[in-house]
């Protein structure tokens, strides 16, 4: 099968799932947002932000390192999974055990004394997510895609449907009738620690539903190759941390940065939070491509035309993110329902956010380069850079300008890493990049939505045939530079 055409497909079945599993537990933000005020929702992204930096330590890039020393045929791949595996179950368990000791301690520095038990039930989500990465990633390199798919989608349907048990039914119950049979289960002490408890039994029926992954896992473990794969993997860890600071210090920091009371920092919090989900198109689809991506990019770097085809990977891929993003924010008068009332006065972020994930995109095509050659270290000081300027810019721009200055620093942190990633790129690992037709559609993108803004803000044309007539002409205009060649099946 034509590489590009066996990329698309992989993506398709990662993206439907991603795209139906996510949309699912993205329903609970308009549960969240019409049921919680701003500050009760805060506390909860405030959690899942610190969640996505233990994340990142918790799985100790041993992902990318599966993938690479799989692929290398060093070892067998059993031998290589099994190795991988022992030692997440191990490093987890002892993070648990851990985490148990230290939960009121750690409880009392986030400034939720009365709720420690939020500590041990968001670790053991942690723990459960990490070692099922394992066994993802091989569901990922034997090209299990669909297996993937429903795992994911079934674990995300678990969530939901607790959360909604949980909020429309033992909630309102207890409102209505706290002796209620139904009410007498819903404990307000709890609060919106039920999204955790939801999240918790879903990680679990993961890990259940994974169980063929693990028969047999955890023999044939290899010291030696333990050593070369945390070699190879734990600067990835460096790159990952970076990346959660890039992507998600913004919520763990406005509590602290906003010049308000506690209370108020967690309603903008809160208000922040929500709008950043809007930017779920790109995120999804961002997802579903590194999904597919990475095995992909490894299993095609010995081909002698592997430049030629990374290169057209990223033109398409700009334009699909480029789509999203005027879909999006030129019908933003539709999707802003997708939040309550009282989350919308946060919207001006949400342009803002929508083309710095897609720098983000971008970035994680360019990001090849460290990924083919081993140089991982290289790639984690990229990382870094981008992180600095991350916390630079959160530090000058919250206090000053609140949550919006939270989402340029997104901005001004993937443009960074982007010119960084693409000129060491150009040294260690050349691709022929287009860049007159990434910069292009860039261009293209940005200069709908300032038309839009203007025919819709400056001459009051209603934003609907608006929004539709300049999507339609950005899809005519691809159509004409690159569709017709794709569709007479032209190499790219």
């Not at 993938?67 to 490093?91: C, D, H, I, K, N």
């Not at 939901?160 to 209505?176: C, K, P, Q």
């Not at 790159?239 to 903008?268: C, H, S, W």
Request: charged share 15%.
């Amino acid at each position: 099968m034509n590489p590009l055409k066996r990329l698309a497909s992989q993506t398709a079945v990662y993206g439907v799932s991603s795209v139906l599993g996510r949309f699912l537990n993205y329903l609970l933000v308009p549960l969240f947002t019409y049921t919680f005020a701003p500050a009760q929702y805060g506390v909860v992204a405030e959690f899942y932000a610190y969640m996505g930096f233990f994340a990142v330590l918790l799985t100790f890039g041993l992902e990318t390192g599966y993938f690479r020393f799989r692929a290398s045929g060093e070892q067998a791949p059993q031998v290589v999974y099994a190795t991988a595996l022992r030692f997440m179950v191990l490093a987890n368990l002892v993070f648990m055990l851990v985490a148990w000791f230290l939960r009121q301690p750690a409880a009392d520095l986030l400034r939720h004394p009365q709720h420690s038990e939020y500590i041990w039930w968001c670790a053991a989500i942690l723990a459960l997510d990490s070692i099922g990465a394992v066994a993802f990633a091989r569901l990922r390199a034997e090209n299990q895609a669909l297996r993937f798919a429903v795992i994911k989608v079934l674990e995300i349907a678990l969530n939901v449907g607790l959360n909604l048990v949980f909020i429309l039914g033992l909630r309102a119950a207890f409102e209505t009738d706290p002796a209620s049979l139904l009410g007498r289960l819903w404990d307000p002490a709890v609060g919106v620690g039920y999204v955790l408890i939801a999240n918790l039994a879903a990680s679990g029926l993961k890990i259940l539903m994974l169980a063929p992954q693990f028969k047999g896992g955890l023999r044939g473990f290899d010291g030696a190759l333990a050593r070369r794969l945390l070699r190879y993997s734990l600067p990835m860890v460096v790159i990952g941390l970076a990346g959660i600071v890039n992507e998600m210090l913004d919520r763990a920091a406005l509590k602290y940065l906003l010049p308000f009371d506690d209370a108020t920092n967690m309603a903008q919090l809160g208000i922040y939070s929500a709008c950043y989900k809007l930017s779920i198109l790109m995120t999804l689809f961002i997802q579903a491509f590194r999904y597919a991506g990475e095995p992909f990019f490894f299993a095609h770097a010995k081909r002698a035309d592997a430049g030629r085809t990374y290169a057209a990977v990223l033109n398409w891929f700009v334009i699909c993110c480029v789509f999203l993003f005027l879909l999006v924010t030129l019908f933003l008068d539709v999707f802003q329902y997708f939040v309550g009332a009282a989350y919308r006065e946060g919207l001006s972020v949400v342009p803002v956010l929508l083309f710095a994930n897609l720098l983000l995109g971008i970035y994680v095509n360019l990001s090849i380069w460290y990924k083919l050659t081993d140089r991982t270290l290289m790639g984690a000081w990229v990382s870094l850079i981008g992180a600095a300027i991350t916390v630079g810019v959160l530090l000058t721009l919250i206090p000053r300008y609140g949550y919006a200055g939270a989402a340029w620093a997104h901005l001004a942190c993937y443009s960074a890493m982007v010119l960084i990633s693409y000129v060491l790129g150009r040294r260690y690992y050349p691709v022929p990049y287009d860049l007159k037709r990434v910069f292009g559609y860039l261009a293209l993108g940005l200069g709908l939505y300032g038309l839009s803004r203007a025919m819709v803000g400056g001459l009051a044309w209603h934003p609907l045939p608006v929004g539709a007539s300049l999507l339609a002409l950005f899809l005519a205009l691809v159509f004409l530079i690159d569709g017709r060649a794709l569709i007479r099946r032209r190499p790219i």
